[in-house]
Structure formats: C-alpha cells, structure tokens
C-alpha cells in the first residue's frame, strides 16, 4: 500500500536512506546522481529539438545557430531555474510570426536586444506574483492565437516547400502563391514531401517491429530521411549554413521608435508567458496522469515565470531566439518517463555539444525537408479539438475573430481584438434574459433563462402579473445570477401574491436560496443550541444537493436509525415519521430531468459512445450518509463504486459472494484503474453489530455476511499488529476503533486477491485506506508509519480554478 507522504517528506526520508542517522559524514567528492529515466528521456527530447530548433529559426529569418542557442539555455537555465520540472524550454513555434516580425522591422540585433527587455518584463511579473492571472484568459483567445500563429507559419513555409522565398505577411504569400506554383523547384517539393509522409505515416507503423521503431521520433527520422535520400540523388537543394561561432551576432541596443519597442516588448512577454504558464500546466496534467507513484511536484507558476524570464535574458543577451515552454518536447519528456528537472537540463547539454561538434552533419539538411517540418507544425496548431470545444461552449466568435486578427494584422492586435469581442460576448450574455409565461392546468409557470439583473425586472415584472391572484405559480430560474434589483421585485411579487392565497414555488439553479431577507426564517424559530440554529439564515443546507426532504433542515429532530437491528427483530426498526415514498422518488427524479439531465446530457451521451475508464474504484459502506460523489468532488465516469453493508471484502476463496472479488476482477483487468480506496466512516451500523453480536448462533444474511469483519474484531485484541489512531488522538470509541481497525483489515484481505497482488507488484495499482467522520465531515488518509497507522486529516487547500486546456492545447 502506498503511503501518502507530502513531497518534502519524501525528500527527507530519501535523505535518511542515503545517509543513515548518526552515521559519519560520507567522504571523498561529491558526485550527481541522475536516474537512467532522466538520461533515456534527455536523449529523446534532444532527438527533437535539434531539428525543430533549426527549422524555427529558418522560419524566423534569423541566423540558424539563434535557434540552437534557444534551445540550449531553454534546456539548461530555464531547466535549472523554472518552476515546472518536467517542462522544456527552448524556441517555440508560437514565437515564429511575432520574432519574423521583429527581424523584418528592427533587425537582428535589436530583436535579441527585445528579447533581452521581455525577460526582465517576465522577471518583473514573477516578482509581483501575477501568473495564475495569466490563466484567466480566455482560452478561445489563446486557441485563436495559436492557430492564427499556425496559419501565418504554415502559409509562409510554402513558399520555401515549394523552393522560392516567403513574403513578409499572409496576404502578400497568399498572393503570390500562384506563381510560386507554376515556378516551383521539383527537388525541393520531392524533399518536403519525403518530410511531410514520414512524417504521418512513421508513428502508425504496424506490428511488432513498428512498435520498437516508433520511439525514434517522427521529426528525427523524416528530417533524416529526406536529407539521406537527397544526398543520394545528389539534389541540387539549399541547404543549413552554420557559421562559424566566431562572427555570431550577439545583441546590440535597441534601435527604433519607442512606442514601437514597447510594444514589441510587450507582444514578447506575453506570448512567450502565457504558452510557457499553459504548458507548464499541461505538463502537470501529463504527469499525473502516468501510472505507478507520482513524485514530481506540481508547478510553481510563478518561479516558472521567473526561470522563463531569465533564459529569455540570457539567450537574447547571447543571440539566440525568444525561450518559452514548448509542448511537444515536453510531453515527449513525460511519456519518456522523465522524473526530475535533470532530463531537461542534459537535452541543453546535448544541444551545446551538437552545435559545436556536429556542424558538418547539420549543414546536410535541405531547407525545404526544415520548411515541410516547421509547416506541418503550423498546420496542427490549427486544432480540431480546440474548435469543437470553443464551439461547444459557444465562443466561436471569440476563436474565429481572434484568428482572424492574428492572421491579418498580427498577433498583439489580433490578441486585442479577441479580448474585445470576448468582453462584448460576455455583456451580451449577462443583459440577454429569456422570460416566458405558459398556463397548463390551473398552474402558471414562469421560465427565466439567462442572467437575472435590473435590465431584465421590467420583463419579469410583466410576466409575473399576468398571473392572476390566487393562482398557483411555479418560476423556474435557470440562471447562476440574481442582483439585487431582480431579488426585490421577485420577492415583492412573491409576498404579495401569497398573501392573496396563491401559492408560489421557486425551483431551478437558484431555488437553493430562499426569497427571504438575511435573518429571515420562513418557519417558527428553533430550540436554541439545535443544529438549525447554526444552519444559514434564510434557506436550507441542503437544498442545493438534494430535492428530497429527509434532512434536519426540514423536518423535526429525531434520533436517526444507525445501528442493525437485533436478530429476530429485523424490521421493527423505528423510522423517523410517515413518508410517502414513492411519491418522494419520484418528485426526485423529476427535479434530475428538469435541472441536472440538461446540464449533464452531453457528458453522459460521450460516456455512452467511448464507454467507462475510471480511474479510481472506490469500495465503501452502503451506509446512505455517505454520499461518495460527494466526499470525492468526483462525477460521471470519475469512480467505479463497490458499496455493502461494512465496507467488507471477503478473502479469495470465501462461499456464498463472489460479487466483490468479480467487481475487483473488472476493475483492474478490465478497466484497469490505477488505485483502489477502501473507505469506512463513524457511526457505522455494521461495526456496531460486529461488537454486539454474539460470537456464535444467528446464521442471518447479515451474520454471515458480517464474519468478513471479524478479522478487524481479533486485530483489536491483538498485539502483533500495530494500533490504529485519528491524527490528533486516540479513538473516541470503541465502535470508532473498530471501524479503523476495519479498513486495515480490509486492504490485508484486498491484498490477498490475485488480479490486486499483481498490478501492485508490477507497479499498476496503488491502495489507499481511507476515513470519514460524518459528524464533522471530515475525511483522513491512512498513512504507515513505523509501530502505528495513522488515518491523518485530508486539509482543505487552495486548488487552481481557472479553466486551462488539456494535453495538446499548448503550441509545439
């Protein structure tokens, strides 16, 4: 079972590891140790970068070995510095148009020296610590930057596919497209096309064989491949140029308009810090992701800005190209199994050595094999998935017009552009509010859709009176906003028309707040002391999560049924008062249709067409307090849940139940999850039963299911076992005692079972013991420890909210 030990915890039990407690101090030098993942996954996404980082500097305009010397301080000081250790840095496709831009306009020099100015920018903002302000951007914006990028790139590397020279914007290369096309090289088109099928067809190579030849990246091997058949044939092609190092061009003072500078600057940083944060964030997703046990941090946003801000100083200072995260080399580090900042740091090793010793070699490749390569990225920039989701949450507009003015006019103004049309979106969104009034058997519903605010009280307030007095009302307001103004004349209407002997119901996505004024009780006062005393003012704790009615908020207190009744006795126990259960299912399942089933249609019909791949089985009590979606903030497709009576998993070989061992079975050879949690909780009516039950007679379905816990019984009054405890002290209670007892007893017994004990041995499969305390809500993780288990507190943290894209929406 893994045990859940913070980061810096783990560092320090690795320490103890490495040199034992009052052990003398170790001798001789010191020596780095690098894991054999990190040198493998180095020499991966060095493959990688050598010939992406020449073909973006070809597609820049800049001297070749500014693309080399990118990608080297990328790897070693924004390895060494950043906040993301698993992300690469190096120049980014993302930064072709804009440092293409600036080449033409400024020159060479002037552009290393803006480059130099947008690093202590990004510095600057490390310091103030604005960086997960970054991720509030929209990520229509963003995609629509990035395929306008993508666009641009992709249109300008034709011209040089097809042997000629790129013009300085889209429409100028649109335009002259037609005669480049009649007057094309054939010896470069037979290049870039050896390039671009390599370049698809390398990574579906069948079989076997196919599988072993596919670790050798596609990039690698389609540049090397057209540059071997060329040599071959002896193409008369234009080839890399690699100056000697000597007369590099370092950077000089900026020259030119200031406004003009400034801009530039600003363009720079921007870019370059929102792909480097969107990676670094991707990057975590990627890594967390990967099986077995996780011991890369997650990234520091705002160190990683300061470590992208000082590579970018250092590699304009030394004439190189614009830094930024860059995702395709980054997610080769990952799936290549990259474990610490080291992999990164010795890919810019590797790269400082090619640049000095492999010249020779690199001035082999023909432009037009670096051209198709540097196209092709452009063109899967362009995602289909991204505009399916922008589509999807109906910023289209945003996407397409942000594109568009990339594209156009370029990436600063395009970006402005976007930011506009998403803010006029958003206002439009917020003062468009649908009301509608229908009558259906003596009952009048009123729909609002959309925002409710003070634009709209006027509508509202003509709906509402056309309903007569003494009528019953149903309004439904489907919206997630209600100011002040659209509150009062909602309220108002609601009093008045009650006290004319209407009824009024308010139900939707805001129907957990009750009309009523803070303080207000609709109903007469509680006892003082009681939990309703403590609820919120004005509405219940509970309505927001459910629409029945079986809750302390809405009905008398009375002692709940926790405990199984005595045998002999089963169905006597007491209920709280007479409900009318069919009637309280039903009105259940109609509040899911009329408020849950819209919002969650479209995911459950994906989940029907791709089918279930939790991650996570999750056994627990059947006991109904426990609500495991919602202690695990988890939703369709999240959990596979095995639920009974004790949370109890029977040992491999038990008659009478096979369905837990057969839910175990499909869970890890099926569905492959990559953990299983089993979780007791207090006040468990099943523990209770285990201590009071007789040790022999009954022979229930509950006493034989129950002998499954008897193990957690013998473990209490065992001493070879080490004891079970709550962080912060002992157990409160002799039932409470038990039940942890119980949920090690029942990860031995999970342990037992073949299908678990090999995935945990080949590393598939991780366990955890788990804890929750209704009465305070509180969930704990077990944790080993040397003579105790400790079940230690789950915190509540400040986790990141902002809507970042997933794998594949960073530029490569």
């Known amino acids: 079972m893994s045990a859940c030990v913070p980061a810096r915890a783990a560092d320090l039990n690795r320490t103890e590891r490495a040199h034992p407690p009052h052990s003398p101090p170790p001798t001789g030098p010191w020596r780095p140790r690098i894991a054999g993942a990190d040198v493998s996954a180095s020499v991966a996404v060095f493959l990688i970068a050598l010939p992406l980082s020449l073909g973006i500097a070809l597609a820049t305009g800049a001297p070749l070995q500014a693309g080399l010397v990118a990608a080297a301080v990328g790897g070693l000081v924004a390895g060494m510095l950043g906040g993301s250790p698993l992300q690469v840095s190096g120049p980014a496709a993302g930064l072709t148009v804009v440092t293409a831009d600036l080449?033409?306009?400024?020159?060479?020099?002037?552009?290393?020296?803006?480059?130099?100015?947008?690093?202590?920018?990004?510095?600057?903002?490390?310091?103030?610590?604005?960086?997960?302000?970054?991720?509030?951007?929209?990520?229509?914006?963003?995609?629509?930057?990035?395929?306008?990028?993508?666009?641009?790139?992709?249109?300008?590397?034709?011209?040089?596919?097809?042997?000629?020279?790129?013009?300085?914007?889209?429409?100028?290369?649109?335009?002259?497209?037609?005669?480049?096309?009649?007057?094309?090289?054939?010896?470069?088109?037979?290049?870039?096309?050896?390039?671009?099928?390599?370049?698809?067809?390398?990574?579906?190579?069948?079989?076997?064989?196919?599988?072993?030849?596919?670790?050798?990246?596609?990039?690698?091997?389609?540049?090397?491949?057209?540059?071997?058949?060329?040599?071959?044939?002896?193409?008369?092609?234009?080839?890399?140029?690699?100056?000697?190092?000597?007369?590099?061009?370092?950077?000089?003072?900026?020259?030119?308009?200031?406004?003009?500078?400034?801009?530039?600057?600003?363009?720079?940083?921007?870019?370059?810090?929102?792909?480097s944060l969107l990676g670094a964030v991707a990057v975590d997703k990627l890594a967390s992701a990967r099986p077995g046990p996780q011991h890369v941090t997650r990234s520091d946003l705002d160190r990683e800005l300061l470590g992208q801000g000082a590579a970018n100083i250092v590699s304009?200072?030394?004439?190189?190209?614009?830094?930024?995260?860059?995702?395709?080399?980054?997610?080769?580090?990952?799936?290549?199994?990259?474990?610490?900042?080291?992999?990164?740091?010795?890919?810019?090793?590797?790269?400082?050595?090619?640049?000095?010793?492999?010249?020779?070699?690199?001035?082999?490749?023909?432009?037009?094999?670096?051209?198709?390569?540097?196209?092709?990225?452009?063109?899967?920039?362009?995602?289909?998935?991204?505009?399916?989701?922008?589509?999807?949450?109906?910023?289209?507009?945003?996407?397409?017009?942000?594109?568009?003015?990339?594209?156009?006019?370029?990436?600063?103004?395009?970006?402005?552009?976007?930011?506009?049309?998403?803010?006029?979106?958003?206002?439009?969104?917020?003062?468009?509010?649908?009301?509608?009034?229908?009558?259906?058997?003596?009952?009048?519903?009123?729909?609002?859709?959309?925002?409710?605010?003070?634009?709209?009280?006027?509508?509202?307030?003509?709906?509402?009176?056309?309903?007569?007095?003494?009528?019953?009302?149903?309004?439904?307001?489907?919206?997630?906003?209600?100011?002040?103004?659209?509150?009062?004349?909602?309220?108002?209407?609601?009093?008045?028309?009650?006290?004319?002997?209407?009824?009024?119901?308010?139900?939707?996505?805001?129907?957990?707040?009750?009309?009523?004024?803070?303080?207000?009780?609709?109903?007469?006062?509680?006892?003082?002391?009681?939990?309703e005393d403590s609820a919120p003012a004005g509405g219940c704790r509970c309505k927001p999560w459910t629409?029945?009615?079986?809750?302390?908020?809405?009905?008398?207190?009375?002692?709940?049924?926790?405990?199984?009744?005595?045998?002999?006795?089963?169905?006597?126990?007491?209920?709280?008062?007479?409900?009318?259960?069919?009637?309280?299912?039903?009105?259940?399942?109609?509040?899911?249709?009329?408020?849950?089933?819209?919002?969650?249609?479209?995911?459950?019909?994906?989940?029907?067409?791709?089918?279930?791949?939790?991650?996570?089985?999750?056994?627990?009590?059947?006991?109904?307090?426990?609500?495991?979606?919602?202690?695990?903030?988890?939703g369709p497709g999240d959990l596979f849940v095995v639920r009974n009576v004790g949370n109890l998993v029977p040992p491999p070989g038990e008659e009478g139940d096979d369905s837990v061992a057969a839910a175990l079975e499909y869970a890890v050879e099926v569905l492959a999850v990559r953990s299983i949690t089993v979780c007791g909780h207090s006040c468990c009516g099943a523990m209770q039963a285990l201590l009071d039950a007789p040790p022999a007679g009954a022979c229930t379905p509950l006493s034989r299911w129950l002998r499954h816990g008897r193990p957690a019984l013998a473990r209490l009054e065992g001493t070879d076992a080490p004891a079970e405890r709550l962080a912060g002290g002992p157990p409160r209670d002799a039932v409470e005692r038990l039940c942890l007892s119980n949920v090690v007893q029942q990860l031995d017994h999970l342990r037992a079972h073949a299908s678990v004990a090999r995935a945990v041995r080949e590393g598939r499969l991780d366990l955890h013991g788990m804890y929750f305390d209704v009465a305070d809500a509180q969930a704990y993780l077990l944790t080993e420890r040397e003579e105790t288990r400790t079940f230690d507190r789950v915190r509540a943290e400040e986790l990141p909210t902002a809507d970042v894209p997933g794998e594949g929406s960073v530029p490569v």
């Open 103 to 275: 080449i033409q306009r400024y020159g060479w020099r002037t552009t290393c020296a803006i480059t130099v100015l947008a690093g202590l920018a990004q510095l600057g903002l490390g310091c103030l610590r604005v960086a997960r302000g970054a991720l509030a951007v929209s990520p229509a914006i963003v995609h629509g930057m990035l395929a306008g990028i993508g666009v641009t790139i992709a249109v300008a590397q034709v011209h040089i596919v097809l042997g000629g020279t790129p013009q300085s914007s889209v429409p100028d290369n649109l335009r002259a497209l037609p005669a480049q096309l009649a007057d094309f090289d054939p010896a470069a088109v037979s290049a870039s096309l050896l390039t671009l099928m390599l370049l698809m067809f390398w990574p579906r190579l069948p079989g076997r064989i196919g599988r072993i030849l596919r670790k050798v990246p596609a990039a690698l091997v389609a540049v090397t491949g057209a540059t071997a058949v060329a040599s071959a044939a002896g193409l008369a092609l234009a080839q890399v140029d690699l100056p000697s190092w000597r007369s590099h061009a370092l950077a000089g003072l900026p020259e030119g308009p200031v406004l003009g500078l400034v801009a530039a600057v600003l363009t720079t940083t921007l870019v370059c810090s929102v792909q």
């Open 316 to 531: 304009g200072s030394l004439g190189g190209l614009p830094v930024a995260g860059v995702a395709v080399r980054s997610s080769a580090n990952v799936r290549a199994g990259a474990v610490s900042r080291n992999s990164t740091m010795l890919h810019g090793v590797l790269v400082v050595i090619a640049a000095l010793l492999m010249v020779p070699l690199l001035e082999l490749i023909p432009l037009a094999s670096l051209a198709a390569l540097v196209m092709a990225v452009g063109i899967q920039m362009v995602s289909l998935h991204h505009i399916r989701t922008v589509t999807r949450h109906r910023e289209v507009l945003v996407y397409a017009v942000t594109t568009l003015g990339v594209v156009s006019l370029g990436v600063l103004e395009g970006v402005v552009l976007g930011i506009a049309v998403a803010v006029a979106v958003a206002l439009h969104r917020l003062t468009r509010t649908r009301i509608t009034h229908t009558e259906k058997g003596g009952t009048h519903r009123i729909h609002v859709r959309g925002q409710l605010t003070f634009l709209a009280v006027p509508r509202l307030s003509r709906a509402l009176h056309l309903v007569p007095p003494g009528a019953d009302a149903v309004v439904t307001l489907d919206g997630s906003f209600m100011d002040h103004a659209a509150y009062e004349a909602l309220h108002d209407w609601q009093s008045t028309h009650r006290a004319r002997g209407g009824r009024v119901e308010v139900t939707g996505r805001r129907a957990g707040l009750r009309l009523a004024e803070p303080g207000h009780r609709t109903g007469p006062p509680p006892a003082e002391g009681t939990e």
């Open 547 to 634: 629409a029945w009615r079986n809750h302390q908020c809405e009905r008398p207190s009375a002692p709940p049924v926790t405990g199984a009744p005595p045998p002999g006795e089963a169905g006597t126990a007491r209920v709280d008062r007479p409900r009318e259960i069919g009637r309280e299912l039903v009105r259940g399942i109609s509040a899911f249709q009329r408020d849950t089933a819209p919002l969650v249609r479209e995911e459950l019909a994906r989940l029907a067409r791709e089918g279930q791949r939790p991650s996570q089985l999750f056994l627990t009590c059947a006991d109904s307090r426990l609500v495991t979606s919602m202690i695990t903030s988890s």
